[in-house]
């Protein structure tokens, strides 16, 4: 299974499909994101596409030599655009492809609208998310949720998106939710219409072992956003923000107008492709020599701390002055996730040493509204035990004498399940099957959903489990790939609607 590759194969075929000579593209906002994501400028010139446009632009020229390859969404603005399109051509022929699947009485209406007969070609072409990578698509939505539901537009999406997905990879899946999260369920429902419906699109061979979709969600682990992602694509991400694999650079000082906006493919770029998944430590020995001469700098006190009453000592990180005003939350953060209940709690004290730091009220409220997102009361798993809570001290205070004491500590719970469910180990009663049937078999294809954002860490652990488990394939898709910055604004749009939260929540399980 590789996202990326269906994708590709999909804006082939409109090339080709269109014949020879010039040709234009239009696209929508989300189709030039979709394209621009697997193909480079230079790959497409080089099928004879000389001209993007987009279908909602005003000061498009009439040129009447070119062919028109549409690739849009199939909303009822993109409809109307083209009714109006068709009604008064600009190319001398169309050939129009939908990213999913478009009623019957919208295609009557183009129809209707075709009065000249330039239309050669209609089809649904489903690439209706973005191919980060291989084993990793995004539909690039924040903000999924109201409390603990759906806002109602991101359920639609994310329905069409997942869809398309399966549509794409031609896998006809048997479905399992996250029991403790209703956001979950109303989605596998969802998908279920839509695949029952479309049935006869589906590759669906029953001889061999059926597909399995599971979607969770993301307030089940609000630990793993907060953390540090350290390979050099997730810090990438932490740091500079990398949307649809572009960085943009423009509001750097002196900046070259190369240099303005950088892309980042593995198909195009050989050195980000060897080292992607690569931590921080792998791809800087020179910063790593630099610890170690650090490492043995350090007073003897702080390099042993092993019990979990250590995890006062970040007090003393928070009166560092160098920390950053973001860091310092998102350290208390995960404080105010282990010690929730706990009677030593010292968060109150952590709040003032915040106050006095001079953070904003904004930043201070977002621990609360990460506590609501994702604390005891609402997720479904026990996301920390007692040995977890000691690796997470040894993250922020052990002594850097290996790099791999920093950068490989955290699994997200995302690892376990997905190491749970190849091992059939993953129970019914907390993520149960949507229907009767059930799975006899170890799964082979597997398409994990994360309601509310996957992250890059997660999709390492994807990465490297199919690596690893030979004759499994797994793909990871989410409403949005997170950094911190993007996760807090997901939690704070989540709860600024607390009043639509559950009195209590389902727990299920302990985190091994």
Not at 394 to 405: A, D, H, P, T, Y
Request: charged share 25%.
């Amino acid at each position: 299974m590789n996202v990326t590759l269906a994708v590709k194969q999909y804006i082939s075929k409109m090339v080709e499909s269109s014949g020879p000579g010039m040709k234009v593209l239009l696209m929508d906002r989300e189709t030039t994101s979709i394209v621009s994501v697997v193909y480079t400028h230079s790959e497409i010139l080089q099928k004879e596409v000389y001209l993007f446009e987009r279908m909602d632009s005003q000061n498009r020229d009439s040129m009447k030599h070119l062919k028109a390859i549409c690739f849009l969404r199939p909303t009822k603005e993109n409809v109307e655009h083209l009714i109006q399109e068709l009604r008064r051509p600009k190319y001398s022929v169309y050939f129009i492809y939908f990213s999913n699947v478009i009623s019957k009485s919208e295609i009557k209406a183009l129809a209707e609208a075709d009065e000249q007969e330039v239309v050669a070609e209609v089809q649904e072409f489903y690439g209706d998310f973005i191919a980060v990578n291989p084993h990793l698509f995004s539909l690039n939505l924040l903000g999924v949720s109201r409390g603990r539901s759906w806002e109602p537009s991101m359920l639609s999406r994310c329905t069409q998106g997942l869809t398309s997905v399966l549509l794409a990879l031609k896998k006809c899946p048997m479905i399992r939710y996250q029991l403790s999260s209703d956001m979950s369920k109303r989605l596998a429902e969802s998908v279920k219409q839509i695949i029952t419906k479309e049935y006869e699109l589906f590759d669906f061979r029953k001889t061999e072992v059926p597909p399995l979709l599971l979607i969770l969600d993301r307030s089940d682990d609000a630990i793993t956003p907060l953390l540090n992602q350290w390979t050099y694509q997730a810090m990438v991400h932490e740091l500079l923000g990398l949307n649809n694999n572009r960085i943009d650079l423009s509001r750097v000082p002196g900046i070259s107008k190369d240099l303005k906006e950088v892309v980042l493919s593995a198909d195009n770029d050989e050195f980000y492709a060897n080292n992607m998944y690569l931590n921080f430590g792998e791809i800087g020995t020179n910063i790593k020599n630099l610890m170690e001469d650090f490492q043995k700098k350090r007073p003897k006190g702080q390099q042993k701390l092993e019990s979990i009453s250590d995890m006062k000592s970040v007090r003393r990180l928070l009166q560092n002055p160098r920390l950053s005003e973001l860091d310092a939350v998102r350290l208390v953060m995960l404080y105010a996730l282990r010690y929730e209940r706990h009677s030593s709690s010292i968060l109150p004290s952590l709040m003032d040493e915040l106050s006095r730091r001079g953070v904003s009220e904004r930043h201070r409220k977002m621990v609360q509204s990460v506590v609501e997102y994702g604390g005891k009361r609402v997720r479904g798993s026990d996301l920390i035990t007692p040995t977890d809570a000691v690796a997470i001290t040894k993250q922020f205070f052990k002594g850097l004498k290996g790099v791999e004491n920093v950068y490989a500590q955290h699994q997200p719970l995302l690892h376990d399940t997905l190491d749970q469910l190849i091992k059939g180990r993953l129970k019914d009663s907390q993520f149960p099957y949507l229907g009767a049937s059930s799975l006899r078999d170890r799964p082979q294809d597997i398409i994990l959903f994360v309601i509310g954002g996957a992250t890059y860490e997660e999709a390492l652990a994807v990465y490297n489990m199919n690596r690893s488990t030979p004759g499994v394939r797994i793909v990871l898709g989410g409403s949005s790939i997170h950094n911190t910055k993007s996760f807090l604004e997901e939690v704070m749009s989540a709860t600024t609607h607390s009043s639509d939260r559950p009195t209590g929540s389902g727990r299920h399980g302990s985190r091994r």
